[in-house]
Structures are given as C-alpha cells and as structure tokens.
Nanobody
Framework: QVQLVESGGGLVQAGGSLRLSCAGS????????MAWFRQAPGKEREFVAA????????YYRDSVKGRFTISRDNAKNTVFMQMNSLKPEDTAVYLC?????????????????WGQGTQVTVSS
C-alpha cells in the first residue's frame, strides 16, 4: 500500500507557472512508475505525464510537451511536475498515481494508487 498526497495547485494567470508535488509513503517509492492525470469538470480523466522508476524515461501527452516537466526524487519519495506557459485549457484537478507495472504506462487502469488531487485553475 502506498499513500499519495498532492500539493502545489492554485490559481494562476495564463502564461504563468506552477509546480505540483506528490509525496508518497508506504512501500518503497522507487518501485513504482509514477504519473500525473487530470480531470476537468464534465470531462473524462486524462493522462498528462509519466516517469519511469529510475526517472530515466518520461512521457507526455502532446498538448503539454515542451511546457510540462515531470521529475522525481526517490530519496524524498516525491514526484514533481513543473508546469510552464499555462493555458486556460489546463484547468483541472491534477491527480498523482502510482503503478507497480514495470513498464511506463499511460493507461489509467494500470495505476494502483491515487492521490486526492490538487486544483489548478488558469485564468485568461
């Protein structure tokens, strides 16, 4: 079992930046592939970014490539997502997730543990 707690969300103007954090506890954090998903009101939850267990491989949805950067610090049991050049369409609840599958995956069903989420609101 692993518990995940997100932080760092907030209200920002378009073009601004935010840094999300996800602190994990429980089983060894470095054994999990980590990812960020987001869910906007009235929309399906969607994949945003994922990072391999070592941090050596990262994956992004096309709409955030070049603007968002996922990283992790296994010594601190934390995964981060730096979000730059934010757009109103990035407004959503952002959730951190952990998967025990070895390969990095973008599939929600592959993720075993989820945080409660942190709200990101981008004003135009």
């Amino acid at each position: 079992q692993v518990q995940l707690v997100e932080s760092g969300g907030g209200l920002v103007q378009a073009g601004g930046s935010l840094r999300l954090s996800c602190a994990g506890s429980g089983r060894t954090f470095s054994t999990y592939v980590m990812a960020w998903f987001r869910q906007a009101p009235g929309k399906e939850r969607e994949f945003v970014a994922a990072i391999s267990r070592s941090g050596g491989n990262t994956y992004y949805r096309d709409s955030v490539k070049g603007r968002f950067t996922i990283s992790r610090d296994n010594a601190k049991n934390t995964v981060f997502m730096q979000m730059n050049s934010l757009k109103p369409e990035d407004t959503a609840v952002y959730l951190c997730a952990a998967s025990s599958i070895v390969a990095v995956t973008t599939t929600q069903a592959s993720y075993d543990y989820w945080g409660q989420g942190t709200q990101v609101t981008v004003s135009s």
